[in-house]
């Protein structure tokens, strides 16, 4: 989505109304998405070096996407494996055993003694995942910088 003009005026009865709130609203949105696409990459980083490793495969397979939901339009982050085609696209052994990993078996602890790879690293950065957050939103106040940070394309990566 282009930006949006910066202001739209109205006139009526010799008043002149100024709305800058499409322009604001997309700064907002898009500033998210930037911030989700740091978030993105420290968490990939984080979680591949919290996967077990034997052969790497899993390691390899860990990935973050960060996408507008179709329905909200709002700018979301996923973490995960990837699926089967995903990983037979990049060229990667598929890591069936992601989840068994993660949530362990009736035999066998999940990684890391008991408590997965993915879903604790996660909730171990929550703080560092606000101060990029708001370190991004905090930018609304000053349009030039904000702009400087927005990168419209999708994030869909690994490292």
Same mark, same amino acid.
């Given at each position: 989505? !282009?930006?949006? &003009?910066?202001?739209?005026?109205?006139? &009526?009865? /010799?008043?002149?109304? *100024?709305? =800058?709130?499409?322009?604001?609203?997309?700064? +907002? #949105?898009?500033?998210?998405?930037?911030?989700?696409?740091? *978030?993105?990459? $420290?968490?990939?980083? %984080?979680?591949?070096?919290?996967?077990?490793?034997?052969? /790497?495969?899993?390691?390899? @397979?860990? /990935?973050?996407?960060?996408?507008? =939901?179709?329905?909200?339009?709002?700018?979301?982050? #996923?973490?995960?494996?990837? =699926?089967?085609?995903?990983?037979?696209?990049?060229?990667?052994?598929?890591?069936?055993?992601?989840?068994? *990993?993660?949530?362990?078996?009736?035999?066998?602890?999940?990684? @890391? /003694?008991? %408590?997965?790879? +993915?879903? !604790?690293?996660? #909730?171990?950065?929550?703080?560092? +995942? %606000?101060?990029?957050?708001? #370190?991004? $939103?905090?930018?609304?106040?000053?349009? @030039?910088?904000?702009?400087?940070?927005?990168?419209?394309?999708?994030?869909?990566?690994?490292?």
């Amino acid at each position: 989505m !282009p930006l949006p &003009k910066s202001v739209t005026k109205i006139k &009526k009865d /010799g008043v002149e109304f *100024v709305s =800058n709130v499409d322009r604001a609203s997309y700064t +907002i #949105q898009e500033l998210s998405r930037a911030a989700l696409k740091d *978030v993105a990459k $420290l968490l990939r980083k %984080r979680i591949k070096d919290a996967t077990p490793v034997e052969t /790497g495969v899993l390691k390899k @397979n860990v /990935g973050t996407w960060v996408k507008k =939901n179709p329905k909200t339009g709002e700018c979301e982050l #996923q973490v995960g494996v990837y =699926n089967r085609d995903r990983a037979k696209k990049k060229g990667y052994t598929y890591a069936y055993h992601a989840h068994l *990993v993660e949530f362990g078996t009736a035999k066998m602890k999940a990684a @890391n /003694g008991g %408590r997965g790879f +993915i879903k !604790p690293t996660v #909730q171990d950065s929550i703080d560092d +995942i %606000r101060r990029i957050e708001g #370190q991004y $939103l905090s930018t609304i106040e000053d349009e @030039n910088r904000a702009l400087g940070l927005i990168d419209e394309e999708e994030e869909i990566a690994d490292d």
